[in-house]
């Protein structure tokens, strides 16, 4: 019975790995699982991205949404005639502006009085800057906080992106105050990977103001796109660029963005300016979830999206308010459409919808597929930019499989012949007992589509190592044990096997602790080093203490031995 569970284990194991080995057209692998051992970034190659993530931006928002809160509860409270918005100068203020001296003398008290109640842990006490102005700064624990969160949110939001997109066992790790890396194996398609990685998806609803003179405002952007270098695209440091330019010649509290165009016929693409209200509406935030369909009347892609409560509530005020207003679709700084509010959209319906640009049904049906991606699994905090991009190549990857084929083909060939050599029989079955270690390891990394990297093959090499002391142990105390001539030969390998026990498993014990604490707190290679540590620690230990007992056993039952050679 337990030599039928060895032979079940190795068929098992076998079957398991056998994926990873046999080619992809060979008739065999329709009868091999599907699953098969994901090799890491520096063994079959893949993308290597460095992200910078605009950490200000993201305090900016928070910035924005305060003031919105903050006006709100000023006018709850009976206190008009005022403006609030971000300050320009200073990065972490927001600029309180009564219409009057006589308007901030009246109210300064109750302004005081609503901060320290409502948004102490927030904000600052306000600061009198002029006669008719307040300035209200960010507290530098909630900045921090701020940065923090974000930084989080953008690794998670990343993770969930590339979930999606299908890549196994990615690396997603902060680095550094404002850097994520992001490592992606495997990788069929670098350049859309990268693309949905680098978008931001930053979903914004911004009011259009058409009261401002149409050519005048063509004037303005074609004045300041050449000195900027805007042609027929743009980034979001060009456009920013832009605006600080044009602050001058553009009504307060007003940016410039564009639409691209593209002109079906001969392809051409072109950016329609408009003005934008600074202030956001609505963020992507209020996103509960993003599916492409087929618009009945265009018969084109669109996306459809629904919207949280909150959202939803928020964007039937907008609505309500701006009725005959043209509300702007914005992601990641570009307009992606403007549609104009033809009425209330009640909350009850938490719905909304993009519509896409021009171009092929084909092309569309991309772009709204992998917008909606992006969307549903979450709008950056803040925009990225992506610093650093190289492409592993698969002869960097071959060449690194080789090496650790080799190495661990040395390594396990100059031991077996040790064994052999100074244990003989025994030896040989220490061998045997080795081959099956390797082999259960190598199938359950394949069972849980665990990833190898080329410390995981250093791992593994060393676990063979681990394996061997371990029948070393075993074997040296049934020397001991036959030397005592009254001992018969089972008797002195069940004594033997019996007092190796405690000191393999204490041996395996540390070590799996100290592989826990590598997995814990290290990341990339020391986490791919501490995984096959801790499988062949385990397969390890079965394999030396139970299977080989298992085996010796059952050759004793087959063969009358008289003389152990060990």
């Known amino acids: ?131 008719r102005e307040l300035s209200v700064s960010l507290e530098q624990a909630r900045r921090a906080e701020i940065i923090e969160q974000s930084l989080e949110q953008a690794r998670e939001i990343l993770r969930n992106r590339v979930d999606e997109f299908g890549v196994a066992e990615p690396i997603i790790q902060i680095e550094g105050q404002d850097r994520i890396l992001v490592q992606l194996p495997g990788v069929q398609d670098p350049d859309r990977a990268i693309q949905l990685i680098g978008q931001t998806a930053l979903l914004e609803y911004k009011l259009v103001d058409d009261d401002f003179s149409r050519s005048e405002l063509e004037e303005i952007s074609d004045r300041y796109r050449q000195e900027v270098g805007i042609i027929s695209s743009f980034t979001r440091d060009q456009l920013d660029q832009l605006n600080a330019l044009a602050q001058e010649s553009l009504p307060e509290g007003r940016i410039i963005s564009f639409e691209r165009v593209v002109d079906r ?154 064994m052999a050599f100074y244990y003989r029989a025994f030896g040989v079955l220490a061998d045997v007992v080795v081959a099956l270690n390797l082999l259960m390891i190598l199938g359950v990394m394949s069972l849980f589509q665990a990833t190898l990297t080329l410390p995981g093959i250093a791992g593994i090499v060393l676990t063979i190592g681990i394996c061997v002391d371990a029948n070393v142990i075993i074997f040296e105390r049934i020397r001991e044990e036959l030397r005592n001539e009254k001992r018969k030969i089972r008797t002195a390998i069940e004594a033997g096997y019996a007092a190796a026990h405690k000191a393999i498993l204490d041996a395996n014990i540390t070590t799996a602790i100290a592989a826990a604490v590598l997995f814990n707190f290290g990341s990339g290679p020391i986490r791919g080093f501490a995984v096959t540590l801790m499988v062949g620690i385990i397969c390890g230990y079965i394999s030396a203490f139970w299977f080989s007992r298992w085996i010796l056993e059952w050759f004793l039952e087959k063969r009358a031995v008289k003389r152990l050679w060990i």
């Not at 284990?9 to 051992?37: H, K, M, Q």
């Not at 305060?66 to 005022?82: H, M, N, Y």
């Not at 640009?357 to 709008?379: F, I, K």
């Open 265 to 418: 016929r001969g392809g051409d693409t072109r950016l329609v300016p408009y003005l934008l209200h600074d202030e956001v509406a609505l963020t992507g935030g209020a996103v509960e979830n993003a599916r492409v369909m087929t618009d009945a009347t265009t018969n084109q892609p669109v996306i459809s999206l629904r919207l949280t409560a909150p959202g939803a509530q928020i964007f039937e005020e907008i609505t309500a308010a701006n009725v005959g207003r043209r509300l702007a679709i914005v992601l990641d700084s570009a307009v992606i459409s403007a549609p104009q509010i033809q009425g209330r959209i009640p909350a009850i319906a938490r719905a909304a919808q993009i519509t896409l640009g021009t171009g092929s049904r084909a092309e569309m049906m991309r772009e709204a597929r992998d917008l909606a991606l992006v969307l549903r699994s979450g709008a950056l905090p803040a925009p990225v930019e992506i610093l650093e991009n190289r492409t592993v190549g698969a002869s960097l990857g071959q060449d690194s499989i080789e090496a650790g084929r080799v190495a661990g083909l040395l390594a396990a060939i100059f031991v077996l012949i040790f």
């Open 1 to 131: 019975m337990r030599m039928l569970i060895v032979l079940f284990v190795f068929l098992g194991a076998l079957y398991l790995v056998a994926p990873s080995f046999v080619p992809e057209d060979s008739p065999f692998r329709s009868y091999l699982p599907e699953r098969s051992l994901n090799l890491g970034l520096d063994l079959q190659g893949g993308i290597h991205v460095i992200l910078g993530v605009d950490v200000q931006r993201a305090v900016e928002l928070e910035l924005d949404q305060l003031a919105a809160q903050l006006s709100l509860q000023l006018e709850a409270e009976g206190i008009r005639g005022f403006e609030l918005r971000r300050s320009q100068q200073f990065s972490d203020d927001l600029i309180l502006r009564f219409a009057s001296a006589r308007g901030l003398e009246n109210h300064l008290d109750a302004v005081r009085r609503s901060i320290r109640e409502d948004f102490y842990t927030v904000l600052t006490q306000p600061i009198q800057r002029s006669e």
